[in-house]
């Protein structure tokens, strides 16, 4: 290691628990577990030569301590998103610390992870319309079809991370989005761009659906993180009720 066991300086312990918290922050932000979080954070530390240390992690806090230094954070998250490549990029990082990395090196590493923009705003919404295009093929729908579900899952991405721009609730964005795509798949529909209504609103919504959310609220119980895994199931459940509150209202109104 960088440092011996028996004496560590005050500012190579602040410099590793910079490291710990922030690649804690990015994890979670992320859409990752929060076992995960916990085991990075504490194998971080542990690998720089720090015992001791615990980690308190829920789906929007992480409380951080080095017991034997007096040194303790709270982080609120405010945000968060699924991105896995960034999830990946941290526990690579995680790894080579743990084989030895200097401390120098992983700052660097650890602020080159930060500033990196992984997915443009168009790779996102052009992502959503090829999700919305081919469930639509595993949906068993027709050919006819499969410019519609471009559209409409492509423009449902993209009005909910335009709102998500200018609010955090993402119950209105999630609405609104799936409000959207109602309305244009029934415009499609009824100007002969479609033909199987149900079959084009159900593709163009799925980029919606918080399958990674639901799968790791699941994960969360089995590992007996039950209050992680009972905040997400509920988050996920208020995703799906403003999913089919917006696709619901237009059918109501039409």
Partial sequence: MEAPDKVLSEDFVRDVFYIAVNCGKMLL????ETYRIEDTMLRIASSYGIENAQVFVTPTVIIFSMNDYALTQTVRIDE???NLEKIMSVNELSRRISAGLP???AISSLEKIHNTDFFPFWLVVLSGGAIGFLFLLLFDGTAADLPAAFIAGAGGVFIME????YTRVKFFT???AALYIAVVSIALVESGYGTMLDT???AGVMPLVPGVLITNAIREMIRGHLMAGVIKGAEAALTAIAIGAGVGLVFLLV
């Fill in 80 to 82: 968060r998103a699924n």
């Fill in 162 to 165: 335009g709102i998500q721009r």
């Fill in 200 to 202: 084009i609103i159900i």
């Fill in 29 to 32: 932000e992320s859409g990752a």
């Fill in 174 to 176: 999630e609405f609104f």
């Fill in 103 to 105: 401390l120098k090196r």
